[in-house]
C-alpha cells in the first residue's frame, strides 16, 4: 500500500537515508528540512535529482521542527496535496559532545528543543489529521544510548533522547484507541556513515572544558572516549541498516508492526534493558484493566 509519508531532519543522516529507500518502496516521502532556500538549498536540489534520476515520489519540504509555524505549514501543504497522511516519522535530532557541567543550561534548552520538544510541534499538527482518519503510523527514531551503555562526555543528548523515548512510549497508549500505531526504531552507535559524531555540538563553556582537558585524571580523554567508542563497531556496519529498518517496519501490515526495532551493530546492551522494561510496562497496563492499549483499535 502507498502511504503518505513525513520525516523530519531529511536534509542529511539516517532522515535522508530512509527517505530515498521510502520512496524506492513505493510511497510518497516529503523530506522535512528546514533553510530550503539556504544552508540546505543543496539537499532540496539533491532531492529533486534524486527523485527525478529514480523516477519516485519523493519531495522536500521546507519544515523547521524548532518552529511551531513552520511545522504547521508544512502538515498542512502535505494534506492539502494528498488528501491524507498515514505515517509520521519523527527523526530530527543533534548530538553533542564534551563533559556535561561545560554545557550551559541554554545549550540544554536548546538540545531538548530539537530533539524532544520537536515531536510535540509535529504531533501537534498532524495528530488531528490522523485521529479524524483513525488510522495512522507513529515512527520515532530513538537511540541505543537511552538504555544502554553509556559511555562519558554524551550526557545532554542521552538525556534528551532517553525524553523523547519516555514520550514515545507514553503516546503508544494514547494513540491506540485512534488506531494509531506506534514503532520506536532504536539506532546504536553508528560512529561512521553519517555526520552524527562530526557535526556534534561542543559546550559553550571552553574554560570549564578546559579544565576537564586539562587535569590529570582526564587528559586525552574525549579522544579516548571517542576511539573506545568507534572500536566497538564493527568494520561492516551499514548505517542504511536504520533506513531499512524504517522501510520494513511502514511496509508491514497494520497491527502487525513491534513496538521496537534495535539496530545496534556495538551490542551495547539497550535491546536487553528495553525488553524487560516493556515487558514490565505492558504487564502493568494488562494489571490495571488497561491491556487494549498495547495494540491499535482497528477501526472500520
Same mark, same amino acid.
Given at each position: 500500500?502507498?502511504?503518505?509519508?513525513?520525516?523530519?531532519?531529511?536534509?542529511?543522516?539516517?532522515?535522508?537515508?530512509?527517505?530515498?529507500?521510502? @520512496? #524506492?518502496?513505493?510511497?510518497? =516521502?516529503?523530506?522535512?528540512?528546514?533553510?530550503?532556500?539556504? /544552508?540546505?538549498?543543496?539537499?532540496?536540489?539533491? %532531492?529533486?535529482?534524486?527523485?527525478?534520476?529514480?523516477?519516485?515520489?519523493? /519531495?522536500?519540504?521546507?519544515?523547521? %521542527?524548532?518552529?511551531?509555524?513552520?511545522?504547521?505549514?508544512?502538515?498542512?501543504?502535505?494534506?492539502?496535496?494528498?488528501?491524507?497522511?498515514?505515517?509520521?516519522?519523527?527523526? !530530527?535530532?543533534?548530538?553533542?559532545?564534551?563533559?556535561?557541567?561545560?554545557?550551559?543550561?541554554?545549550?540544554?534548552?536548546?538540545?531538548?528543543?530539537?530533539? =524532544?520538544?520537536?515531536?510535540? /510541534?509535529?504531533? /501537534?499538527?498532524?495528530?488531528?489529521?490522523?485521529?479524524?482518519?483513525?488510522?495512522?503510523?507513529?515512527?520515532?527514531?530513538?537511540?541505543? *544510548?537511552?538504555?544502554?551503555?553509556?559511555?562519558?562526555?554524551? @550526557?545532554?543528548?542521552?538525556?534528551?533522547?532517553?525524553?523523547?523515548?519516555?514520550?514515545?512510549?507514553?503516546?503508544?497508549?494514547?494513540?491506540?484507541?485512534?488506531?494509531?500505531?506506534?514503532?520506536?526504531?532504536?539506532?546504536?552507535?553508528?560512529? *561512521?556513515?553519517?555526520?552524527?559524531?562530526?557535526?556534534?555540538?561542543?559546550?559553550?563553556?571552553?574554560?570549564?572544558?578546559?579544565?576537564?582537558?586539562?587535569?590529570?585524571? *582526564?587528559?586525552?580523554?574525549?579522544?579516548?572516549?571517542?576511539?573506545?567508542?568507534?572500536?566497538?563497531?564493527?568494520? +561492516?556496519?551499514?548505517?542504511?541498516?536504520?533506513?531499512? !529498518?524504517?522501510?520494513?517496519?511502514? +511496509?508491514?501490515?497494520?497491527?502487525? #508492526?513491534?513496538? #521496537?526495532?534495535?539496530?545496534?551493530?556495538?551490542?551495547?546492551?539497550?535491546?536487553?534493558?528495553?525488553?524487560?522494561?516493556?515487558?514490565?510496562? !505492558?504487564?502493568?497496563?494488562?494489571?490495571?484493566?488497561?491491556?487494549?492499549?498495547?495494540?491499535?483499535?482497528?477501526?472500520?
Amino acid at each position: 500500500m502507498k502511504n503518505i509519508i513525513v520525516i523530519t531532519g531529511a536534509s542529511s543522516g539516517f532522515g535522508a537515508l530512509a527517505a530515498r529507500a521510502l @520512496a #524506492r518502496a513505493g510511497h510518497t =516521502v516529503y523530506a522535512g528540512m528546514r533553510q530550503t532556500t539556504g /544552508r540546505n538549498a543543496p539537499q532540496l536540489k539533491d %532531492v529533486k535529482e534524486y527523485a527525478a534520476a529514480h523516477g519516485v515520489d519523493l /519531495r522536500a519540504i521546507e519544515l523547521d %521542527v524548532l518552529s511551531q509555524e513552520s511545522v504547521d505549514a508544512a502538515i498542512k501543504t502535505i494534506i492539502s496535496e494528498n488528501g491524507r497522511l498515514d505515517v509520521v516519522i519523527h527523526n !530530527a535530532g543533534h548530538m553533542v559532545f564534551g563533559p556535561a557541567e561545560a554545557f550551559t543550561p541554554e545549550q540544554l534548552t536548546q538540545l531538548y528543543d530539537t530533539n =524532544v520538544l520537536s515531536t510535540q /510541534r509535529v504531533n /501537534r499538527a498532524a495528530l488531528p489529521h490522523l485521529r479524524a482518519q483513525e488510522k495512522g503510523l507513529i515512527v520515532w527514531v530513538s537511540s541505543s *544510548s537511552t538504555r544502554g551503555g553509556t559511555p562519558p562526555y554524551l @550526557a545532554p543528548y542521552f538525556a534528551a533522547k532517553a525524553a523523547m523515548d519516555a514520550l514515545a512510549v507514553s503516546y503508544a497508549g494514547e494513540l491506540a484507541h485512534w488506531g494509531i500505531e506506534t514503532s520506536i526504531i532504536v539506532p546504536g552507535a553508528f560512529t *561512521s556513515g553519517t555526520s552524527h559524531f562530526k557535526n556534534a555540538g561542543s559546550p559553550n563553556d571552553k574554560a570549564r572544558a578546559a579544565e576537564y582537558d586539562s587535569s590529570a585524571y *582526564s587528559g586525552g580523554f574525549a579522544d579516548k572516549i571517542q576511539k573506545s567508542l568507534a572500536a566497538t563497531v564493527p568494520p +561492516d556496519a551499514d548505517v542504511a541498516a536504520v533506513a531499512d !529498518a524504517i522501510v520494513k517496519v511502514v +511496509d508491514m501490515p497494520f497491527g502487525k #508492526r513491534p513496538f #521496537r526495532i534495535h539496530i545496534d551493530p556495538a551490542q551495547d546492551g539497550c535491546e536487553v534493558v528495553n525488553a524487560v522494561a516493556d515487558r514490565i510496562r !505492558a504487564e502493568f497496563l494488562r494489571r490495571i484493566g488497561l491491556g487494549d492499549l498495547l495494540a491499535p483499535r482497528v477501526n472500520d
